[in-house]
């Protein structure tokens, strides 16, 4: 969805939408969605700059980082973000934008705000970096992929000839 920033109204501009399956281009990303995402919001123009807040909720649905299971993750994620107009030299657009991004600053182009990328960046933004199905989850068994969380193997665990030789230097560090 592209909001529209052409005849702005001067007291902003609220939007309010519920995105459909597969309104949202998720191909590239390694979640999907349990539930849709609905958002609601406001733009208004502050100096020169657009200002777009408001909040989403949805669900997303990714495998535990350890033991694969489909981990749910709901969530409400309120944003309040600042966009700046693209340059129309195009020879320096690229520059500029790389600044603004640093800053956590959004740009919009032809006078729309890509509702769907600012969406797709949200969620991929909240998402922690480790996503578990239990704080304890156990994982797979690297050598047998039996799911320890519900099951138990006879491997013995292997050592890595890397940990080896730290253990050493450990240990010799140790006696001094
Ligand atoms: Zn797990
Ligand atoms: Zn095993």
């Known amino acids: 969805m592209l909001i529209s920033l052409v005849r ?14 597969g309104e949202l281009d998720l ?10 995402v609905t958002i609601i919001g406001r733009v208004d123009r502050v100096g020169a700059e657009m200002r777009l807040r408001g909040s989403l909720t ?16 709901p969530l409400e994620l309120p944003f309040d973000l600042i966009y700046v107009a693209a340059d129309k030299d195009s020879q320096r657009s690229g520059e500029v934008e790389l600044t603004v991004n640093d800053l956590g600053i959004s740009v ?5 705000i890509d509702l769907d990328e600012m969406v797709i960046e949200q969620l991929e933004l909240s998402l922690p970096f480790r996503l578990l199905c239990t704080e304890d989850c156990r994982g797979l068994c690297p050598q047998c992929g039996v799911d320890l969380n519900n099951d138990k193997c006879d491997c013995q665990p292997l050592i890595d000839p890397r940990w080896e030789a730290l253990a050493a230097v450990k240990e010799s560090l140790e006696k001094k």
Do not use: I, M
């Open 8 to 21: 702005l109204p001067n007291d902003g501009l609220k939007f309010e939408h519920q995105y459909k399956d």
């Open 27 to 36: 191909a590239d990303r390694d979640f999907t969605l349990s539930r849709q």
């Open 58 to 73: 949805a669900s997303l649905r990714r495998p535990c980082d350890r033991c694969l299971t489909d981990v749910e993750w």
């Open 108 to 112: 919009y182009e032809n006078d729309q």
